[in-house]
């Protein structure tokens, strides 16, 4: 897959090189190509070791690009300048947040939020002066505005809940229901889409409840995402994929993978990172149980073990025995098991 990205790029890029455009524009399309594609969270997670280091390379070339005394002679009219990109750039996303019906406290916060330019807009510069479409007085002139006003925005950050909350108090009705700015409701993680996840997410499905399924088989994702599930492709044994998602709102994690391995390195992980997050893990069999259950995991379902209670269970109903006796003594099969688990651990 990353064999795939870095083609996909070199070969936008070229493209882009061919047209007589810059190679900085073909990256920046094969990244929007790759981000609509349901391999992007997993590209993502490939690329993030290098990511902070390319982007601290590009940021020092373009330091190193800047002629600093040209804010020495005009700061009022550069400062001017920032302040005006940030009105006008706020002025244009303001009316159409609410022309997509967003509230308008959130409106403003995205307004403002949104109002710096990005790292674009700098190769967008260095494109145009080598074009000799503005003069190189006029590209520093634009450098400093981008750059300072990037400067400005961990402020600007800082001061736009609080100018929405002065300017626009709460109301009860503001948000419509459904919108896709309230806040995220509580959702169950499920890894692996195999038969026990699919089923397992049907079951959520009809229950109403929120789910994010992930595996990395790329024909099943598309499949089930045509079938309405809420699946991602990645790699659920990469912790980073995990680190991506709000604590906050995960309710419980299921583990509906095969490799013993892989389920105990994520259980480690897991605990590490979602302390107070239920873990419920599938086992193929009982051997396992009791270290799942060390490592952090608040429920093993063994798949030998259920399957043969579930079995059991018809059989008694078909000899003719009570469903409520049928299921006490199932229970008292089940906690056996799980009392025999722990006293052979202790």
Same mark, same amino acid.
């Given at each position: &897959?990353?064999?795939?990205?870095?083609?996909?790029?070199?070969?936008?890029?070229?493209?882009?090189?061919?047209?007589?455009?810059?190679?900085?524009?073909?990256?920046? &399309?094969?990244?929007?190509?790759?981000?609509?594609?349901?391999?992007?969270?997993?590209?993502?997670? *490939?690329?993030?070791?290098?990511? $902070?280091?390319?982007?601290?390379?590009?940021?020092?070339?373009?330091?190193?690009?800047?002629?600093?005394?040209?804010?020495?002679?005009?700061?009022?009219?550069?400062?001017?300048?920032?302040? +005006?990109?940030?009105?006008? =750039?706020?002025?244009?996303?303001?009316?159409?947040?609410?022309?997509?019906?967003?509230?308008?406290?959130?409106?403003?916060?995205?307004?403002?939020?949104?109002?710096?330019? @990005?790292?674009? /807009?700098?190769?967008?510069? $260095?494109?145009?002066?080598?074009?000799?479409?503005?003069?190189?007085?006029?590209?520093?002139?634009?450098?400093?505005?981008?750059?300072?006003?990037?400067?400005?925005?961990? /402020?600007?950050?800082?001061?736009?809940?609080?100018?929405?909350?002065?300017?626009?108090?709460?109301?009860?009705?503001?948000?419509?229901? $459904?919108?896709?700015?309230?806040?995220?409701?509580?959702?169950?993680? *499920?890894?692996?889409?195999?038969?026990? @996840?699919?089923?397992?997410?049907? /079951?959520?499905?009809?229950?109403?409840?929120?789910?994010?399924?992930?595996?990395?088989?790329?024909?099943?994702?598309?499949?089930?995402?045509? &079938? +309405?599930?809420?699946?991602?492709? $990645?790699?659920?044994?990469?912790?980073?994929?995990?680190?991506?998602?709000?604590?906050?709102?995960?309710?419980?994690?299921?583990?509906?993978?095969? =490799?013993?391995?892989?389920?105990?390195?994520? *259980?480690?992980?897991?605990?590490?990172?979602?302390?107070?997050?239920?873990?419920?893990?599938?086992?193929?069999?009982?051997?396992?149980?009791?270290?799942?259950?060390?490592?952090?995991?608040?429920?093993?379902?063994?798949?030998?073990?259920?399957?043969?209670?579930?079995?059991?269970?018809?059989?008694?109903?078909? /000899?003719?025995?009570?469903?409520?006796?049928?299921?006490?003594? *199932?229970?008292?099969?089940?906690?056996?098991?799980?009392?025999?688990?722990?006293?052979?651990?202790?």
């Amino acid at each position: &897959l990353s064999a795939f990205a870095v083609f996909v790029v070199i070969g936008c890029s070229a493209l882009t090189l061919s047209a007589g455009l810059s190679l900085a524009l073909g990256a920046f &399309l094969a990244g929007l190509l790759i981000a609509e594609t349901e391999f992007r969270h997993e590209v993502e997670i *490939i690329f993030a070791p290098v990511k $902070g280091m390319l982007l601290g390379i590009f940021f020092l070339s373009i330091g190193m690009m800047i002629d600093v005394r040209e804010f020495f002679l005009a700061p009022h009219i550069l400062l001017a300048a920032v302040l +005006g990109l940030f009105l006008v =750039k706020s002025s244009v996303l303001f009316p159409l947040c609410l022309m997509f019906k967003v509230p308008k406290k959130k409106a403003f916060q995205t307004s403002l939020f949104l109002a710096q330019p @990005g790292e674009f /807009a700098l190769l967008l510069l $260095g494109v145009a002066a080598a074009s000799q479409l503005i003069s190189q007085h006029d590209m520093q002139f634009f450098y400093l505005v981008t750059v300072v006003s990037m400067m400005l925005s961990p /402020a600007l950050f800082k001061i736009a809940p609080f100018l929405s909350a002065r300017l626009f108090p709460e109301k009860a009705e503001e948000t419509p229901a $459904g919108d896709f700015y309230e806040e995220k409701e509580d959702i169950v993680i *499920i890894a692996g889409m195999g038969r026990v @996840g699919q089923l397992l997410a049907s /079951a959520l499905q009809s229950c109403h409840i929120n789910y994010i399924g992930f595996d990395l088989n790329a024909t099943k994702v598309m499949a089930l995402k045509q &079938l +309405g599930h809420h699946i991602i492709y $990645g790699d659920a044994r990469k912790i980073e994929l995990w680190q991506g998602l709000n604590k906050g709102n995960i309710i419980a994690i299921v583990i509906a993978i095969d =490799k013993h391995e892989s389920v105990a390195s994520m *259980i480690k992980a897991l605990r590490m990172e979602w302390p107070l997050v239920p873990v419920i893990v599938r086992a193929e069999d009982t051997a396992n149980m009791g270290l799942y259950y060390d490592l952090g995991a608040k429920h093993v379902v063994a798949e030998t073990l259920e399957s043969s209670l579930s079995m059991a269970r018809l059989v008694m109903l078909e /000899a003719g025995k009570d469903e409520s006796d049928s299921e006490k003594i *199932i229970d008292k099969i089940r906690e056996k098991n799980e009392l025999q688990l722990f006293e052979d651990k202790n």
